[in-house]
T-cell receptor, first 112, second 112 residues
Framework: DAGITQSPRHKVTETGTPVTLRCHQTENHRYMYWYRQDPGHGLRLIHYSYGVKDTDKGEVSDGYSVSRSKTEDFLLTLESATSSQTSVYFC???????????FGQGTRLTVV | QKEVEQNSGPLSVPEGAIASLNCTYSDRGSQSFFWYRQYSGKSPELIMFIYSNGDKEDGRFTAQLNKASQYVSLLIRDSQPSDSATYLCAVNPSSNTGKLIFGQGTTLQVKP
């Protein structure tokens, strides 16, 4: 199994509070991704990173920010959580931009 | 038109049969294609990837790619109840950024 750890695995938070999800990898892969998965929408890319301090937006980036200060860590922040951000969040990594991506265990976030 | 389309199913097959899962994509320049399996409540797990036209076999799984017709399929031979899961098709678009685009997945049920 690819060495990817997401934390926390589950979180319940209140509307309007900031939330940070962490993805940690031990594979030294250059590319890291944050996806959300919702019924009826499948997996959608939020943000991705192609190197330390190099990030770009995905399909559903509004309301989210990311940071990558080290190769192994990719943080996803919800500045002010809303109920529409209730979802399962997956981190993924890949060695190059054309090779397969491996997923972390996921974080189930509930915003009440 | 969705960029990556799959029939949501459920696709139901008897144990021992061949399951055929199909996926079409809209970006004609896409170069790499992936099949993931996702059990309920779990993260996506890579099954196969294919880059060239034709068939690629790995055990009971065969991926088929036809770039001219813009479809990719996954055949599962000798289906087992443990194959019951949602199968996600993912496409790396022609920009080759690694920003995989996922279909919504096909649910497969293998009945004993």
């Amino acid at each position: 199994d690819a060495g990817i750890t997401q934390s926390p695995r589950h979180k319940v938070t209140e509307t309007g509070t900031p939330v940070t999800l962490r993805c940690h990898q031990t594979e030294n892969h250059r590319y890291m991704y944050w996806y959300r998965q919702d019924p009826g929408h499948g997996l959608r890319l939020i943000h991705y990173s192609y190197g330390v301090k190099d990030t770009d937006k995905g399909e559903v980036s509004d309301g989210y920010s990311v940071s990558r200060s080290k190769t192994e860590d990719f943080l996803l922040t919800l500045e002010s959580a809303t109920s529409s951000q209730t979802s399962v969040y997956f981190c993924a990594i890949s060695e190059t931009e054309v090779t397969e991506a491996f997923f972390g265990q996921g974080t189930r976030l509930t915003v009440v | 038109q969705k960029e990556v389309e799959q029939n949501s199913g459920p696709l139901s097959v008897p144990e021992g049969a061949i399951a055929s899962l199909n996926c079409t994509y809209s970006d004609r320049g896409s170069q790499s294609f992936f099949w993931y399996r996702q059990y309920s409540g779990k993260s996506p797990e890579l099954i196969m990837f294919i880059y060239s036209n034709g068939d690629k076999e790995d055990g009971r799984f065969t991926a088929q790619l036809n770039k001219a017709s813009q479809y990719v399929s996954l055949l599962i031979r000798d289906s087992q109840p443990s194959d019951s899961a949602t199968y996600l098709c993912a496409v790396n678009p022609s920009s080759n950024t690694g920003k995989l685009i996922f279909g919504q997945g096909t649910t497969l049920q293998v009945k004993p």
